[in-house]
C-alpha cells in the first residue's frame, strides 16, 4: 500500500470514527493495531496521529445531547474527494481490502449509524462496488446470526450439519463458534472471521474474534480438534462445478534407476485430485526434473505405476492421449513468427473441427486473458535478440499449452530468470488454471514467500531422490523445525510480516555438522535415507475418491493432410519472415555460381580474349565443384532443422500428432529451398562457363543430389543433442563423398581391398556424388548437341578398333603361349597354361553371344586334357575371322562418319560445323571419358580380359536381370531386361538412397542405434 493510500485511508478511518458521538477507545485500539501490521514502529505514530486528527470533532460540546448530528457539509465534500483521489490508484483487490477494513472499523463498538453507513454507501459508490457485494460484504462483518448470511459466496465452517440454502457448508471439530470465510467474486478475495472463543490458527497467528481477516492463497487454518482446513479446500467449495471433469492422479511406489545404475528416484507416493496446484522443490541433483519426466510419461518408471483415474498412463498411453501437458523450463517458441502466429498454429493442431474465424477468437481471448493482445503481432525473437520480455516469453509458452486446456499441466521451473513481479503473473496464470479445475505439477527453484504459499501441496526431494515432505507448504517449515527441535517450532510464518522462507527449510534439509572448534564439516546432521524414514513415519498420503471415469481428453487432432498443411505453412512463414535467413539462402547460392565459373573460366591463348568451351580444361573439376556445393548447401539448409525443433517436438508428442506429416512439411520446404538454391547456381555458372542446353539436366541432377543431403541432414539433425556436434559431423559425411566421386581419384587406382577392375567400387554404389558425378560428364559427352550426331558412329568405331588392336591379338598371344606349351617350347608352367585356357574358352563364350552369326562350336573342347594342334589352328581361324570381321565394321562406321561430316560441312560451313564443336564439345571430357592418357589399355582378371579404355562407349552386358553394377562412366545402364541412359539411371538411383535414408529418419534408426550400442556399453561395464 502506498503513502498516499495510507493516508488517505487514515483520513477515511478520521471521518467516519468522529460521527455521532466521535471516536472510541475501540476504534483507537483497531486503528492502532492496523498501522502496526502495515508498518514500522517509527512510521505508526506519523500515521496514528493523522488518523487522531482527523477524527476530532470540534463541535461535539456545542452538540445538544441526545440529538443525532448528521455529517457535515464539509466532511461529506472531504470523504467524496479522498475516495475520488485515489480510486485511480487502487486495483479490485485493494478497493474490496479498504471497503472491508471501514466496515471493521465501525464493527469494533458496533454503531452502525446512519451518518456511518452513508460514508461508507459514498466509498462504494465512488469505487465501482455493486450494491450485491456491497451487502455481502456489509452482512459478512455486521451479522453473527447465520440466518441473515445465507447467500452462495459464503462458506461456514462448524461442527454442526449443513444449515442454510444457498451457502456453502465444512463440517469440521468441535468448534463453539462459526468460522465464516466471504468471497467476494470480482476480486477473487477470501476474508475470514470467527465468532468463537476457542483458539484458532491462521497460518500459525491466533485468531482474534473481533477481527477480519484475509485469507490468502496457501493459507490453512488450525483448528482445536481435526483435520486443518487448507485454502484448496475452500477455494474447492465455491469452485465446484458438475461440469468440471473428476480426475484422481495416484503415483504408486515409483521408482527410477538410470540406465548406469544411478538411482534417480525412491519410494514416491502422491495423490492428487483437479483443482490442485502441487510443487516439486529439491536441492540441485535431488531427482526434480526426473520425477516430472516419469510423472509426465516422458520417462517410464523402473518400478511402480502412475495412474489416472484408474489408467495406468506408461503401459495404456492411447487411454491418456491429449490428457497431459507440459511445458519444459526452455522456450518452446518459434521465433522467427509472431505471438499470434505462434499461438495460432498450435490451435490448428489441437482441433480440426474449429473453423478459422473460431481459431481466430481462441487465440485472440486466450492472448487476453494472458495479458499479451497488445504484443500479438510482435516477433518472438530469441533470447539474445528480444522483442518480447522475459515474462511475456513465459506466459506465451504456457500459452501453447493452455490453449487446448489439458486437464493435467506439468511445468518446469516456470519463473527461472524472470523478475519477481513477472514470476508472480506466471504462477497467478497457473493458479488460476487450477480453479477451472486442472492439475498442475510444478518444479519450483527459490520461490518467494507469496509464490510459495500458492501450491496446494508441496513435494520436496532430498539428494538421491529421497521423498522427504510432501503436504501443505504453510505447514513444511514448522514440520521440519519440529523435527530439528528447534525453539517457535510451532510458527511457520513470521508474527508480523506473515513472509514464510523456503529457504529456510532448506537451510534445515542440508544443515551439516559442526565439530569442536565451531567449523562446519561435510557431513550433514540428517543424511537424506534419515529424512525419508521421518517422511514414511509422519506423512500421510491422501485418500482419494475413486474415479471410474475415462481421462478427459481436450484434443480433436487434424487429418494427416491438415496436419502436413499447417506443418508447411507455419515453417514457410517462419522462414519468410527471417529476411537474413532467406536472403543469405537464395543469394549464396549465385553467389558462389559466379565466382566459382569467373575464376576458372579458362582462355587457351594468352593472346586472345575469345574463350572456347571446347578447350576449358576446368569443366569437369566444375561439375564435381557443383555437386561438392549442391551437397554442402543441402546439409547446411537442413542441418539445424529437426535439432532446433527439439523442444518443440517434445512438447507436440503428447498431442499425438503425425511424425510423417512433419517430416514431410520439413523435406517439402527443404527441396524447395535447395531447388531454387540449384536453379540460380545453374543459371549463373552455366552460362558464364558456356555449357549450352543443358540447364534442366544439371539442375536435377545437382538438384538430386542436394535432395539427398538434405535427408541426410535431417537425420543428423535428429540424431544429435549439440549443434556443435552436427556441424562437426557434416565434413565426415562430405569427405567420402568427394573420394569415392569419381572425380578426384579414379577407381582403378584405388586400394586393392574396395576397387575392382571391372565395376564402380562397391562402396561407391552409395555414393550419390558419384551417380550425379558420372551421369553428368556422361550426358554432357554423350548428349551434347555435337556430340550427339556422332556418338553411335564413334561407340562402333571405339568396339570394333579395340577388338582389331588389342583384344583378339591379345587372345592370339595366349593362344599361340598355350600351343608352345603343348609342344613343349614355352615355360613349363601346367597351372598358367590352364588359365589361360580357361580365358580363351570364357572370352570366345562371350564373343559367341556378342557376334552370334559367327559362333566357335567347340567352345567346351577347349580344356586341358582336350587342347590339341587341330583346335588350336581352329580357334587361329575364329579369331582371324572376328579380327576381319571387325576390321570390317570399323570401316564401315569410319566410311560413314567421314560422309556424315561431309555432309554437315557441305550444310552449315566448314567454320560454322568447327564453331558447334568448340560450342558444345569438350576436350577435358573426352579425354576423362576415353581415358586418353591410360597406358594400360586392357587387363587381365581372372578368366577375363578388361577393356581399360574409352569407357563411355562400353555398353555393358547383362550379368543378371537385376544387376546394375558396370563400370565407370558406362553410356547406359542394364537393369530388368533393358538398358536406360546413364544420367536417368544414376538420378532414380540418388532418389531410392534418399527414399531409404528417409526411413533411417522416420524411424529415427540413427538415434536408436546410438542408443542401443551405449546400453551393451553399459551392461559390459
Not at 348 to 354: G, R
Amino acid at each position: 500500500m502506498s503513502e498516499e493510500i495510507l493516508k488517505a485511508l487514515m483520513q477515511l478511518f478520521g471521518l467516519i470514527a468522529k460521527q455521532d458521538d466521535g471516536v472510541q477507545e475501540s476504534e483507537l485500539d483497531f486503528v492502532e493495531t492496523f498501522l502496526k501490521q502495515q508498518l514500522s514502529a517509527e512510521a505508526v505514530e506519523e500515521y496514528y496521529a493523522l488518523f487522531k486528527k482527523h477524527s476530532k470533532d470540534k463541535k461535539s460540546a456545542l452538540k445538544p445531547e441526545g440529538k443525532v448530528q448528521l455529517t457535515s457539509m464539509k466532511d461529506s465534500v472531504r470523504i467524496l474527494g479522498i475516495c475520488k483521489k485515489i480510486n485511480k490508484q487502487l486495483n479490485k483487490e485493494q478497493k474490496v481490502v479498504v471497503l472491508v477494513r471501514l466496515y471493521e472499523l465501525i464493527n469494533t463498538d458496533r454503531k452502525f449509524t446512519d451518518q456511518r453507513m452513508a460514508i461508507i454507501n459514498t466509498v462504494a459508490d465512488v469505487f465501482k462496488f455493486t450494491a450485491l457485494e456491497k451487502e455481502q460484504i456489509e452482512a459478512f462483518v455486521i451479522n453473527d446470526d447465520l440466518d441473515k448470511l445465507d447467500f452462495e459466496d459464503l462458506l461456514v465452517i462448524n461442527s454442526t450439519d449443513k444449515v442454510g440454502v444457498n451457502r456453502e457448508h465444512i463440517q469440521s471439530g468441535k468448534l463453539n463458534g462459526n468460522v465464516l470465510i466471504l468471497r467476494v467474486k470480482s476480486s477473487n478475495l477470501y476474508f475470514l472471521r470467527y465468532t468463537g472463543d476457542q483458539d484458532i490458527f491462521l497460518n500459525g497467528l491466533l485468531l482474534n474474534s473481533r477481527r477480519i481477516y484475509l485469507f490468502p492463497k496457501g493459507s490453512f487454518i488450525k483448528l482445536p480438534t481435526g483435520t486443518p482446513i487448507y485454502y484448496t479446500d475452500v477455494v474447492g467449495h465455491f469452485m465446484t462445478d458438475s461440469s468440471t471433469p473428476k480426475i484422481s492422479y495416484k503415483v504408486n511406489d515409483l521408482g527410477f534407476t538410470f540406465k548406469n545404475g544411478g538411482i534417480g528416484l525412491r519410494d514416491v507416493n502422491i495423490a492428487e485430485e483437479h483443482g490442485r496446484l502441487v510443487g516439486i522443490m529439491g536441492a540441485s541433483g535431488a531427482g526434480k526434473t526426473t520425477l516430472l519426466n516419469v510423472l509426465s510419461g516422458t520417462e517410464s518408471p523402473t518400478t511402480g505405476t502412475v495412474e489416472i483415474n484408474g489408467v495406468n498412463m506408461h503401459t495404456n498411453k492411447d487411454d491418456v492421449e491429449g490428457v497431459i501437458g507440459l511445458i519444459p523450463q526452455d522456450d518452446l517458441l518459434i521465433e522467427e513468427l509472431t505471438v499470434f502466429e505462434n499461438l495460432y498454429y498450435n490451435a490448428k493442431l489441437c482441433f480440426k473441427d474449429k473453423g478459422e474465424e473460431e481459431i481466430n477468437q481462441l487465440v485472440n481471448d486466450t492472448l487476453q486473458s494472458l495479458g499479451l493482445f497488445e504484443r500479438r503481432n510482435l516477433k518472438v525473437g530469441s533470447p539474445l535478440n528480444k522483442m518480447i520480455s522475459g515474462g511475456q516469453r513465459k506466459r506465451l509458452n504456457i500459452a501453447l499449452e493452455l490453449i487446448r486446456e489439458p486437464a493435467i499441466l506439468f511445468v518446469d521451473e516456470p519463473t527461472s530468470g524472470l523478475s519477481s513481479r513477472d514470476s508472480e503473473n506466471v504462477m497467478n496464470l497457473l493458479r488460476e488454471l487450477t480453479l477451472k479445475g486442472k492439475l498442475i505439477f510444478v518444479v519450483i527453484h527459490q520461490p518467494s514467500s507469496d509464490i510459495f504459499k500458492m501450491f496446494d501441496k508441496m513435494f520436496i526431494l532430498d539428494t538421491g531422490g529421497y521423498p522427504v515432505y510432501y503436504g501443505n507448504p504453510s505447514e513444511s517449515l514448522i514440520y521440519f523445525k519440529q523435527l530439528d527441535a528447534q525453539i517457535n517450532s510451532d510458527q511457520g510464518e513470521c508474527p508480523s510480516c506473515g513472509n514464510l522462507n523456503p529457504e529456510l527449510l532448506f537451510n534445515i534439509i542440508d544443515a551439516n555438522v559442526i565439530d569442536e572448534y565451531g567449523n562446519y564439516t561435510n557431513k550433514r546432521k540428517t543424511s537424506p535415507p534419515e529424512w525419508h524414514k521421518h517422511y514414511k513415519q509422519n506423512i500421510t498420503i491422501p485418500v482419494l475418491e475413486e474415479v471410474n471415469d475415462a481421462p478427459p481428453k481436450s484434443l480433436n487432432i487434424p487429418t494427416w493432410i491438415k496436419q502436413f498443411s499447417i506443418y508447411t505453412l507455419r515453417d514457410f512463414w517462419s522462414k519468410v519472415s527471417n529476411k537474413q535467413y532467406l536472403l543469405l539462402n537464395l543469394l549464396e547460392a549465385p553467389v558462389l555460381g559466379f565466382i566459382l565459373a569467373f575464376l576458372i573460366r579458362y582462355i587457351v591463348d594468352p593472346e586472345s580474349n575469345i574463350y572456347i568451351f571446347r578447350d576449358n580444361q576446368n569443366i569437369p573439376p566444375y561439375i564435381f565443384m557443383g555437386i561438392v556445393v549442391a551437397l554442402f548447401f543441402g546439409l547446411i539448409v537442413s542441418a539445424e532443422e529437426i535439432f532446433k525443433d527439439a523442444k518443440i517436438l517434445k512438447r507436440e508428442a503428447f498431442l499425438n500428432l503425425s511424425r510423417s506429416s512433419y517430416l514431410v512439411s520439413k523435406i517439402l520446404i527443404l527441396f524447395t529451398i535447395s531447388a531454387i538454391q540449384m536453379a540460380l547456381f545453374v543459371a549463373v555458372a552455366n552460362s558464364i562457363l558456356g555449357i549450352q542446353d543443358m540447364y534442366f539436366e544439371f539442375w536435377l541432377a545437382l538438384f538430386t543430389v542436394s535432395a539427398f543431403a538434405n535427408i541426410l541432414g535431417l537425420i543428423l539433425s535428429a540424431s544429435f543433442n549439440s549443434i556443435v556436434t552436427i556441424y562437426i559431423l557434416i565434413p565426415l559425411v562430405m569427405i567420402p563423398q568427394m573420394v569415392l566421386g569419381g572425380a578426384m581419384f579414379t577407381f582403378d587406382k584405388l586400394n586393392r581391398d574396395i576397387s575392382s577392375p571391372d565395376k564402380v567400387p562397391f562402396v561407391a554404389e552409395f555414393m550419390p556424388s558419384r551417380y550425379i558425378y558420372e551421369g553428368l560428364i556422361v550426358d554432357q559427352f554423350k548428349h551434347n548437341v555435337y556430340q550427339s550426331q556422332f556418338f553411335e558412329i564413334d561407340q562402333e568405331q571405339s568396339v570394333t578398333d579395340f577388338k582389331v588392336v588389342y583384344y583378339l591379338p591379345e587372345l592370339e598371344l595366349l593362344l599361340d603361349r598355350c600351343n608352345s606349351h603343348l609342344l613343349g617350347k614355352g615355360e613349363n608352367d601346367a597351372k598358367q597354361f590352364k588359365n589361360d585356357l580357361a580365358l580363351i574358352q570364357n572370352e570366345l563364350s562371350k564373343e559367341n553371344k556378342r557376334v552370334s552369326e559367327i559362333s566357335f562350336n567347340d567352345i567346351s573342347a577347349i580344356t586341358v586334357d582336350n587342347f590339341s594342334e587341330e583346335l588350336y589352328q581352329s580357334i587361329k581361324n575364329h579369331l582371324a575371322t572376328l579380327k576381319s570381321y571387325y576390321s570390317d565394321r570399323f570401316v564401315k562406321a569410319n566410311n560413314l562418319k567421314e560422309r556424315k561430316i561431309g555432309l554437315l560441312i557441305q550444310k552449315i560451313g566448314k567454320e560454322r560445323f568447327n564453331g558447334v564443336k568448340d560450342t558444345y564439345l569438350n576436350e577435358s571430357i573426352t579425354d576423362i571419358v576415353c581415358k586418353t592418357f591410360e597406358t594400360n589399355k586392357l587387363l587381365r582378371d581372372g578368366d577375363k580380359l578388361i577393356q581399360n579404355v574409352e569407357p563411355i562407349y562400353q555398353r555393358p552386358e547383362p550379368e543378371g536381370f537385376f544387376s546394375f553394377r558396370t563400370h565407370f562412366f558406362a553410356p547406359n545402364k542394364h537393369f530388368a531386361g533393358k538398358y536406360y541412359e546413364t544420367l536417368w539411371f544414376n538420378i532414380v538411383m540418388v532418389w531410392i538412397c534418399t527414399l531409404i535414408l528417409y526411413a533411417v529418419l522416420y524411424f529415427d534408426l540413427l538415434r536408436k542405434s546410438f542408443k542401443i550400442i551405449s546400453e551393451i556399453k553399459i551392461l559390459k561395464k
